[in-house]
């Protein structure tokens, strides 16, 4: 699950910093944009850390809900901010899934070698 969402969260940085530049334009001060989209790209890069720790998933989608309602400042966010929460959204679920399987491989393996005799 790590590397999948891990991946999501550094595209999501990159679209946060390109946001910003678009958000620039408006009338909103630099100062503004770059904190609120600063603290969105460090915690984008922080969570990549700390995915296996509790509630980092749920951490994740506030980011996504954010990322979402970003879209009131540059339009076209709403699009990608829902389309990085279908992408959080499969990550989560597949690399759960994906997990899983590893871990059942894993003790297929440690079953067959035990089994064998030396």
Do not use: H
């Not at 999948?4 to 630099?30: H, N, P, Q, R, Y």
Request: charged fraction near 10%.
């Amino acid at each position: 699950m790590r590397t999948l969402c891990a991946s999501t969260l550094i595209g999501e940085f990159f679209v946060i910093g390109f946001a910003g530049l678009v958000a620039m334009k408006g009338d909103i001060s630099g100062t503004v944009v770059w904190t609120v989209c600063g603290i969105a790209m460090l915690l984008s890069v922080l969570l990549c850390g700390m995915l296996s720790r509790p509630g980092a998933v749920q951490i994740g989608w506030a980011l996504q809900i954010a990322l979402v309602a970003s879209g009131f400042v540059v339009p076209m966010m709403f699009i990608l901010g829902v389309v990085f929460a279908a992408l959080w959204w499969a990550s989560v679920n597949y690399g759960r899934k994906i997990d899983e399987a590893k871990a059942r491989w894993a003790t297929q393996a440690e079953a067959q070698a035990e089994a064998q005799p030396q």
